[in-house]
T-cell receptor, first 113, second 113 residues
């Protein structure tokens, strides 16, 4: 299973765009890339998922290059409430039919006023 | 309506005791998971059940025993609790396909005295 590497922490200011990059050099053909957000005392919350190229939803964009060995989560115009830990996740289908995921160490994003 | 609910939210007990954490999901998902998040915030998968069948069992001590009475429930029983078991335990569920995200509960903070 692919191991992920992402920056430990990042600082930003309100209104800025934040890009968090995750490396997953050993990603397999069947693996999807998923990003989660976690606030203190809460469980991780799904943000966005992609397989290749670019995915956009109402809260973020996910950029995946052709080789899929990395991905970048882009948060447009962050606010103070975006201060959280962001996890990059690579998942694979098991032969048993189950789905096993490997969480990275997470990136602590701190948004300042 | 809470999608994935865990009880209790906090659990403080002494070393050597046996305790259980309950998890229920009302999303109709086929797959449920238990994760452990340690003090360094690493999220590690412990178990996964698909339609009440164990499909993932990571290197977890035998003192940990998951039980799935039905597809909507996955409980975690821990025997002979040790200091190193102190952590936050998260339950999650998903449809089981790699392109479908997991939904997490808000965690159970287990503290061993």
């Amino acid at each position: 299973l692919a191991k992920t590497t992402q920056p430990i922490s990042m600082d930003s200011y309100e209104g800025q765009e934040v890009n968090i990059t995750c490396s997953h050099n050993n990603i397999a053909t069947n693996d999807y890339i998923t990003w989660y957000q976690q606030f203190p005392s809460q469980g991780p919350r799904f943000i966005i998922q992609g397989y290749k190229t670019k995915v956009t939803n109402e809260v973020a964009s996910l950029f995946i290059p052709a080789d899929r060995k990395s991905s970048t989560l882009s948060l447009p115009r962050v606010s103070l409430s975006d201060t959280a830990v962001y996890y990059c996740l690579v998942g694979a289908i098991l032969r048993s039919g189950g789905f096993k995921t490997i969480f990275g160490a997470g990136t602590r994003l701190f948004v300042k006023a | 309506d809470t999608a994935v609910s865990q009880t209790p939210k906090y659990l403080v007990t002494q070393m050597g005791n046996d305790k259980s954490i309950k998890c229920e999901q009302n999303l109709g998902h086929d797959t449920m998971y238990w994760y452990k998040q340690d003090s360094k915030k690493f999220l590690k998968i412990m178990f996964s059940y698909n339609n009440k069948e164990l499909i993932i069992n990571e290197t977890v001590p035998n003192r940990f025993s998951p039980k799935s009475p039905d597809k909507a429930h996955l409980n975690l029983h821990i025997n002979s609790l040790e200091l190193g078991d102190s952590a936050v335990y998260f339950c999650a569920s998903s449809p089981g396909d790699p392109d479908q995200p997991q939904h997490f509960g808000d965690g159970t903070r287990l503290s061993i005295l």
